[in-house]
């Protein structure tokens, strides 16, 4: 059973440094890196004020499954494969790593691997080829980590659709931004829950 959790001073694995022809931006540089499945430490990530400092509830955790668990800020998340395969891709898109979520199923693994081991070790798609040799480019873009923020998301998400069906919170449509946002129960006219902005891989993004 995979098992992700994020700590302090951790750095990714080598990949191929030969830059493919995909990628048409210059080197990024930075500091937040990582490795494969780091086992301890905690690290003071906090979302806007949506997620309590204080230490969760047990029926706080989101569970679908037991195939990934993700442990971050105290909680402990269990995952099924399909559940946590569907995350990942969805987080791969929002970070504009790929432009779309109808991948197929070798680069939903490539995704999944570098998500839950900080590393692709044996590609299985172009996608995966594609991120192996760009590696020291898309890994860090503006210091932000690329497998950080994956994981990030995938438990931001989670998180996010756990306290819906607590009802802690509801789903609201956003005319302003025109699209669904987050509030407190019978928010009425307070305002929406924000969500930290996420950095951007689009203009390193895998063109298939």
């Given at each position: ?154 438990f931001r998400g989670a998180w996010l659709d756990h306290q819906v069906k607590r009802s802690a919170l509801e789903v609201v449509w956003d005319e302003g931004e025109a699209e ?8 009425g006219g307070r305002p929406l829950l924000e969500l930290a902005p996420v950095p951007s891989w689009h203009e390193l993004q895998y063109k298939p």
């Open positions: 059973m995979p098992r992700l959790a994020h700590g302090r001073r951790e750095r990714p694995p080598e990949q191929d440094e030969d830059a493919g022809h995909e990628a048409g931006a210059d080197d990024q540089g930075g500091h937040q890196n990582h490795e494969a499945l780091p086992t301890g430490g905690g690290e003071d990530v906090h979302y806007h004020g949506i997620v309590p400092e204080s230490l969760p509830s047990p029926d706080a955790n989101y569970s679908s499954g037991n195939d990934y668990i993700v442990e971050f800020l105290g909680y402990r998340f269990s995952f099924g494969a399909a559940d946590f395969e569907g995350r990942v891709v969805a987080a791969a898109v929002k970070l504009g790593v790929v432009e779309t979520s109808e991948l197929d199923e070798d680069e939903t693994e490539d995704l999944v691997s570098l998500a839950a081991q900080g590393m692709i070790e044996e590609p299985a798609s172009r996608l995966g080829r594609y991120l192996v040799r760009n590696w020291e480019r898309v890994s860090l873009v503006d210091g932000e980590s690329l497998v950080y923020w994956l994981r990030k998301l995938i669904f946002a987050y509030q407190h129960p019978g928010g």
